[in-house]
């Protein structure tokens, strides 16, 4: 029991998570994490973690990089705030748009800075209008994205998402905002369609709504590269490529979401790489500091830049900006993350660490509990069903995976529980023994899962039946 003073107490009186159920939390409390080392973390008992979500997906280089530390440490001492409109900039904000410049996957013109992945994602559907206006197609403002993407819980990010409980009792998506079929094969594959053709099918299902909607009204189309909160979904054989072909013949603006898939996380620096996107804007965050600061980036094409900078001369400002966008303590925090990364060459280390976690996982495809092991580098989803052959998934009230995660946690092991499936996302500097670690509590976890789940049937069996 905490006591009524306990900062567990205090915390269920005065602090309301964010994507928490804020009635169980009432009941079971906080976790507090007091430290970090490497790739574990600590609770305030001193129990220790490795934790294969990296926080957020987005602590790459684990948590005791003294080298970030000493990065923001010095900007601190010399500059610890200054702000980047009306022509003012700092050091960091602008080497930091040449490195992300230098660093794009496609030819890139410049860089716009926020705070967070949300308000990147924002800033892209506003300039997405924008150069509507700007190119004397104001109509043309729709924008598609698919369901279960994650694109952030602004009004306007969240209207992206395809998840019904980020709208659902917000008045949310707004208007214009449409959503395309989820690209994942294993639960939306019809029988006996190949990938090709699924890929084939999800395309002209584009082209459709394009079509209908009327190409002059539709703007622009949001993805992330693998899909990350709606449960590690890799795109199929040769969905990106028929999709754009579609977004080029219809004028429709291409911007990727990198905000988890930036900066190593499938094995390239950018999943556009790994998936051969062209995207006119690319949003990151995350691993961009590897979340040491927040801060978030937004790039774009030379055409969007020329036709922007026309309207941005005619109105007399570009009326948009945040006072924290390209903070200097988080520009300089994440330039010395580039850095680490291209020293360190984490991006090779990360892809070689991806094939040893998805192999590893695989070993589990056969667990009764599992129906399928999927993702990319270090990304990974393991989805549970109640049965593999009919693909049927257990009944929501049972909670089978926040069973998986709390067995995880009981093993030390931090994972996530998202809709039926369990996520992966290790910290980029994870080593091999690590790796051995996470898919072998992961197995003791979902071992004891399968055990909990026979005695829920059990005991379900055995209930006197009532009238
Ligand atoms: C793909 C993607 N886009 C956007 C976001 C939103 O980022 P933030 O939580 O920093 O607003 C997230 C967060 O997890 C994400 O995974």
Not at 57 to 76: E, H, M, P, V, Y
Not at 108 to 120: I, Y
Not at 390 to 409: G, L, N
């Amino acid at each position: 029991m905490t006591s009524p003073n306990s900062l567990h107490a205090r915390d269920i009186a005065y602090h309301l998570h964010p994507q928490t159920n804020p009635m169980r939390h009432e009941a079971i409390g906080p976790v507090i994490m007091t430290r970090g080392e490497g790739v574990y973390v600590f609770d305030d008992a001193g129990k220790r973690y490795l934790d294969a979500m990296s926080g957020m997906w987005s602590a790459s280089l684990g948590f005791s990089d003294k080298r970030l530390t000493a990065a923001a440490t010095r900007q601190l001492e010399v500059l610890p705030y200054y702000q980047t409109f009306a022509h003012r900039s700092t050091e960091p904000a602008s080497e930091l748009a040449e490195a992300l410049i230098r660093l794009a996957p496609v030819p890139m013109s410049k860089v716009l800075f926020q705070s967070s992945g949300s308000e990147a994602n924002d800033t892209a559907i506003k300039l997405v209008w924008y150069f509507g206006h700007a190119t004397g197609r104001p109509g043309k403002r729709k924008i598609i994205s698919r369901n279960r993407a994650y694109h952030g819980t602004t009004i306007a990010s969240a209207s992206l998402t395809g998840l019904p409980h980020l709208h659902n009792y917000f008045n949310l998506p707004l208007d214009g905002f449409l959503h395309v079929t989820t690209p994942h094969y294993y639960r939306n594959g019809l029988p006996g369609e190949s990938e090709e053709a699924f890929s084939t099918r999800l395309a002209a299902e584009l082209e459709d709504l394009i079509l209908h909607e009327g190409a002059d009204t539709v703007a622009a189309f949001f993805a992330e590269p693998v899909m990350g909160t709606g449960g590690v979904v890799p795109p199929p054989a040769t969905y990106f490529a028929k999709v754009q072909e579609v977004l080029r013949r219809h004028d429709v603006l291409f911007v990727a979401d990198e905000v988890i898939c930036g900066f190593g996380r499938t094995g390239n620096w950018w999943g556009s790489q790994t998936y051969d996107l062209k995207p006119d804007m690319i949003t990151c965050a995350k691993a961009l500091s590897a979340s040491y600061m927040p801060i978030s980036a937004l790039l774009i094409s030379e055409r969007i830049y020329e036709a922007m900078k026309v309207l941005g001369n005619k109105v007399g400002v570009f009326g948009h900006g945040f006072t924290y966008g390209g903070h200097p303590v988080a520009a300089a925090v994440a330039l010395e993350t580039l850095r680490i990364y291209q020293e360190d060459r984490l991006i090779e280390h990360a892809a070689s660490m991806g094939q040893l976690l998805q192999l590893g996982l695989q070993r589990y495809a056969d667990h009764p509990l599992v129906g399928e092991v999927r993702g990319a580098g270090l990304m990974a989803g393991v989805e549970l069903v109640r049965d593999k052959s009919t693909k049927a998934a257990f009944a929501a009230d049972m909670k089978v995976p926040a069973e998986v995660q709390r067995f995880a946690q009981d093993e030390g092991l931090i994972v996530r529980a998202l809709a039926d499936t369990i996520v992966f996302a290790p910290p980029l500097i994870t080593t091999e023994a690590e790796v051995g670690l996470i898919v072998e509590r992961f197995g003791r976890a979902l071992d004891k899962a399968e055990a909990w789940v026979d005695a829920e049937a059990q005991s379900a069996v055995t209930e006197p039946a009532t009238l």
